[in-house]
Each structure stands twice: as C-alpha cells, then as structure tokens.
C-alpha cells in the first residue's frame, strides 16, 4: 500500500487549506486513516482521524484543534481530506498521512503505532 499526501504549501494567519491523502494498492472495506503532524522542534503529534467499516463512519479531531480542523473521506476510496480553517503559525509543520487495514478501536485511533503504511508527508508553512 502506497500512501501519498498533497495539498501543502505557505499560506498565511487565517488562511485555509485543505491536505489530501490517497492510499493505493488495495481498498479496504473497513479501515482507518489518520493524520499526524510534527512542528520544528517537537515531536509529532496526531490531528484527526477517520475509520470506516461498512456504513458506519467516525471521525476524532485533536482537541486543540477541534473546530478549525476536519477530516473527510471519499467514500468507496482510500482517499481522506484534511480541511484546515483559521490557520495559525503553530499549525505549520510536516503533516503526515497514514493508514491501516481493519477499522481500529476507538482508543486506537491516535496512537501511531496503530498505522501500518505512511506517507513522506507534506510540509504547511503558516507565515505572515
């Protein structure tokens, strides 16, 4: 499974963006999808994920974020969205996209090391 994430770029305080992440190689029915993020100096972090099993979808969305970031599938695709409002400088960093077969727990869903295939990433520069 190859996963390759688009959509980065400089934008500035307050602007939009929204990231996308396509995973290739096989399709899953029921699977999960995340996106991480990790800032100069920090460590990387999770953002929002979305899993999927039949019919049912949710979605988790880090709590610092929660209200300015989404995330969104294409349904019937490995394809996820990250959209991204009011963006502010500590959103810049690499963003990450990943992604596992079978929909994991709830408890799951933020942890890396739930995630089987990754992305390279794509950088977001939030600068004046």
């Known amino acids: 499974v190859q996963v390759v994430e688009s959509g980065g770029g400089l934008v500035q305080p307050g602007d939009s963006l929204r990231l996308s992440c396509a995973a290739s190689g096989r399709t899953f029915s029921s699977a999960g999808m995340a996106w991480f993020r990790q800032g100069p100096g920090k460590e990387r972090e999770f953002v929002g994920a979305?899993?999927?099993?039949?019919?049912?979808?949710?979605?988790s969305i880090r709590d610092t974020v929660r209200g300015r970031f989404s995330v969104s599938r294409d349904k019937g695709k490995m394809t996820v969205y990250l959209q991204m409002n009011s963006l502010k400088a500590e959103d810049t960093g690499v963003y990450y996209c990943?992604?596992?077969?079978?929909?994991?727990?709830?408890?799951?869903?933020?942890?890396?090391?739930?995630?089987?295939?990754w992305g390279q990433g794509t950088q977001v520069t939030v600068s004046s």
């Open positions: 979305i899993r999927w099993s039949g019919g049912n979808t949710d979605t």
């Open positions: 990943a992604a596992r077969a079978g929909r994991p727990i709830s408890s799951a869903l933020r942890d890396a090391v739930t995630y089987d295939y």
